[in-house]
């Protein structure tokens, strides 16, 4: 199967790339590697998915947030390859970013929602190290943040 074929098998829309809103850019290639920036977690209409893991989002919450940073990550790899994720040899590293209360410690589970989400894209392609990280804030309030570097053909 393709990329494109699993993104259909698994029913997963993938939104429209957002551009930066600061000094900085979406995605930067260095040699064969793709560094995507962090994208943060909004929802199917491009709302934001707000709050802190542990207070005002469950587990399962956080996870869908984290799922739909993924998606927004596949969505500004698409735009650096030209619309052909075929290019993406593999995904090296997810970070993942909670917004989580103080004795919140199940940053993993919650980061599962966008490694998931590459797996289940690119297959063994997107099998990746990775890190989930707990912090008492993130921008605009978001409940997730997750950035990627991937390797291309």
Do not use: W
Not at 71 to 99: E, F, H, M, P, R
Not at 126 to 145: K, M
């Amino acid at each position: 199967m393709t990329i494109e074929d699993n993104i259909k098998k698994n029913k997963l829309m993938i939104p429209e790339a957002s551009d930066p809103v600061g000094s900085y850019i979406a995605y930067k290639f260095s040699d064969k590697l793709l560094f995507i920036s962090g994208q943060i977690s909004m929802n199917e209409n491009g709302s934001l998915i707000k709050g802190k893991v542990g207070i005002d989002l469950d587990i399962q919450q956080g996870y869908f947030a984290a799922s739909r940073c993924a998606l927004s990550i596949i969505s500004q790899a698409k735009k650096a390859c030209n619309n052909d994720l075929s290019k993406i040899k593999s995904c090296i590293k997810l970070t993942g970013y909670v917004n989580s209360s103080d004795d919140f410690v199940d940053q993993p589970k919650v980061i599962n929602g966008a490694s998931d989400i590459i797996f289940k894209i690119f297959e063994n392609k997107g099998l990746h190290t990775r890190a989930a990280v707990s912090t008492n804030s993130l921008p605009l309030g978001v409940a997730v943040e997750v950035d990627a570097i991937f390797e291309i053909e």
